[in-house]
């Protein structure tokens, strides 16, 4: 396979138009994409009909605005090449006017009452900094989406407003510091994608499965994750085959796909690219979530990207891998051999420091759902209390700088490992924190409480906007500096003091760092309803108002749109029990005890029979089918009282004290069952046969 060749072989892409455009409408395209100049209709024209022509001859027959509405997943609508020519007879157009705008029905996507649902017109514009692609048959134009009246409806929007904000302030910042040459300042990504493949025929006989993408009932198997032996174990051929797949569609389609491997729960797995651009890796993890499942399905496997689709089994998160740089190549978080005389990579690291320290809430807002609330502080994931991770050198070297001592700079030493044949290697100057929120790795920062089946913006909008506000409060103050030496040195050190409580290097799974954090004022919001209303409060509608990331409506919007999720989803959850329980468990328990009872009658009417098994697991299963009956009208009396008020924040609390709680107690009756129960009568797959079915 010539992998060179077959990389970005279905993207439109530089090399691609530099070849099929005139000199002078690639000119003025890459000038659009660079610095966000109008593009005239006329060059629009030229452009679609090259675009139009390539993806013909990849074997596309129709185009779609391929775009990210606030339902956390893309949304397309196809639309075929031909027009008609006379005769009844048919030509391949494709205009600049398509290419530039398409108008969706706005109305049939999540608003939070920006839109009525009279008011149906919306559009699509066209994001000339992402790529268009051919897949399966159709060109794919990545665009932004926005209501008739202007107002955001998308994730995209909003992501590419906070890349403007936080490139405008750092310019700003390296001006100050003598750089001319840089011309933007980019914040790169490179999402960890983790996920679960199961077998089809399995998932097929789930109804949980199929409803809200996790089990709602089931027992933890004699083997788990206990022998840590399937975490970077071999890659089974089914799940080889399959990921050789995956990564020659990505490749196609220009994601820089890298790293495979298996993760620490069976049945697990991760993909990890190499950093680009924030608004194209968003895009690119888009098409990774969606064919993740398409090409899965091929090999007869489901891909399971819930973020807790079993308990008692390590759930699947999104490590967001984010740093800043130039247009130079420049990485502005890279510390160089000697992090304590650079004095620009300090301040953009006090930046990012004071930034989470100030906006903990948001950050943790950005990862809030109902699915992630199964999984933060699993043991498995970092927990609900944001800190940061920096390691030994940098916090010495920030301390040192805070008490004015003198700090000498380590020298990398060897690794010795014992053995003269293996090569020696410099040792790095810090450890890894896999247990912290937002740990720096190198020269990046690991974001790692996004749940594996969010979309990177929102996390991505929070980040670039909270780092934005702060560079302005340098440069405000900077620039207005008479001594730029000293004033630099006493920033840095005040912005460490006065924000060193959000560092933490320890195990952020311990007891004793709960009770620390809650002594250094660090916020817990363990839940996504505890979360949530921190969006609106007025110092974070202030924040992205000001850097025009979201207008006010806007993030009320996207609160109710958030609060509405959670709800429905815990809905479906519990209706999908009910019908469970209804449809499949209580019919599997009354068989089995039928069966009992004959088999009881039958050892009776033949004389002196030990029956104190059979009468013994009889009353066992009857007590807890009666139990269970309790527990399902429970929850359906709950259900029946959740009405849906004005007050948004009322009813996902309601959901949360009342309808989750319901939900955990008839599930831990049925679980129960599940032990008793004999295999051929429980109508569901254990998660033994579950998470083992692929070889």
């Not at 138009?17 to 966000?36: E, F």
Request: aromatic share 10%; with cysteine.
């Amino acid at each position: 396979m010539d992998i060179p060749a077959l990389f970005g072989s279905m993207v439109f892409n530089d090399a691609v138009m530099q070849a099929r455009l005139p000199k002078d409408i690639y000119k003025t395209l890459k000038k659009t994409i660079s610095h966000g100049t109008h593009l005239d209709l006329d060059v629009a024209n030229v452009v679609a009909n090259a675009m139009k022509n390539w993806a013909v001859e990849k074997g596309a027959t129709h185009f779609t605005h391929w775009f990210q509405p606030m339902t956390g997943i893309t949304a397309e609508k196809h639309d075929s090449f031909i027009s008609p020519a006379g005769d009844e007879k048919i030509i391949m157009e494709f205009s600049g006017k398509e290419l530039i705008r398409g108008e969706p029905d706005a109305s049939s996507f999540p608003s939070g009452g920006l839109r009525a649902t009279f008011e149906a017109r919306g559009y699509t514009v066209w994001d000339t900094t992402s790529y268009a692609f051919v897949k399966d048959g159709t060109l794919y134009i990545p665009t932004a989406f926005c209501s008739y009246s202007g107002e955001a409806l998308d994730k995209k929007t909003p992501l590419l407003r906070s890349m403007e904000a936080i490139d405008k302030q750092a310019l700003r910042i390296l001006r100050l510091f003598g750089n001319t040459g840089a011309n933007r300042v980019i914040t790169t990504v490179g999402p960890e994608q983790e996920y679960f493949l199961i077998d089809a025929d399995m998932y097929t006989t789930r109804p949980d499965l199929i409803y809200t993408g996790r089990t709602l009932f089931g027992m933890p198997p004699p083997k788990g994750q206990e022998l840590e032996d399937h975490y970077f174990g071999s890659i089974k051929p089914r799940v080889s085959a399959f990921m050789k797949d995956l990564e020659e569609e990505l490749w196609k389609l220009g994601v820089y796909a890298k790293t495979k491997h298996n993760e620490v729960a069976p049945a697990q797995h991760e993909l990890a690219p190499i950093f680009t651009t924030t608004n194209i890796a968003t895009d690119h993890n888009q098409l990774t979530m969606e064919l993740l499942k398409s090409v899965a399905n091929r090999h007869g496997l489901v891909c399971l990207l819930h973020e807790k689709p079993f308990a008692g089994v390590n759930g699947s998160g999104k490590h967001n891998n984010w740093s800043i740089g130039t247009d130079t190549g420049s990485n502005l978080l890279e510390p160089g051999d000697t992090p304590r005389d650079n004095a620009q990579f300090l301040l953009f690291l006090v930046a990012v420091i004071k930034a989470v320290d100030e906006y903990q809430d948001m950050l943790r807002v950005s990862v809030a759902s109902a699915g992630n609330d199964h999984r933060l502080g699993a043991n498995e994931a970092p927990p609900a209390i944001v800190s940061m991770f920096l390691g030994d050198e940098l916090t010495e070297i920030l301390e040192a700088l805070e008490s004015g001592a003198d700090y000498r700079n380590k020298e990398k030493t060897q690794m010795q490992v014992g053995v003269t044949a293996l090569p020696h290697f410099p040792k790095d100057s810090t450890d890894r924190n896999r247990t912290s929120p937002f740990a720096f790795t190198g020269n990046k920062f690991e974001f790692r409480m996004l749940g594996s089946a969010f979309s990177i913006a929102g996390p991505n909008i929070v980040l670039n906007t909270v780092v934005a506000e702060i560079l302005r409060e340098f440069a405000d103050s900077l620039e207005k500096s008479k001594d730029f030496k000293k004033d630099l040195a006493q920033l840095i050190q005040k912005t460490f003091h006065e924000h060193k409580r959000i560092i933490f290097n320890g195990n952020n799974y311990a007891e004793e760092w709960v009770i620390e954090a809650k002594k250094r004022g660090l916020s817990n919001l363990q839940t996504t309803v505890d979360a949530l209303p921190e969006y609106i409060t007025k110092k974070n509608i202030d924040l992205f108002t000001k850097h025009n990331v979201f207008s006010e409506s806007e993030i009320h919007s996207r609160y109710e749109i958030l609060m509405e999720g959670y709800c429905k989803t815990i809905n479906i959850e519990a209706l999908a029990m009910l019908d469970m329980v209804k449809g499949d468990i209580i019919p599997a328990c009354i068989r089995y005890q039928n069966e009992l009872a004959k088999l009881l009658e039958r050892k009776k009417a033949c004389g002196d029979y030990d029956v104190s098994l059979e009468g013994r697991l009889l009353g066992s299963i009857s007590k807890l089918s009666a139990d269970l009956l309790k527990k399902l009208d429970a929850l359906e009396e709950k259900l029946s009282g959740a009405k849906a008020d004005s007050d948004i924040l009322a009813h996902a609390r309601y959901f949360r004290d009342n309808i989750c709680t319901a939900m955990a107690e008839l599930r831990a009756v049925a679980d129960s069952l599940e032990a008793l129960v004999g295999n051929t009568y429980w109508p569901l797959p254990s998660y033994g046969e579950i998470l083992y079915s692929v070889f």
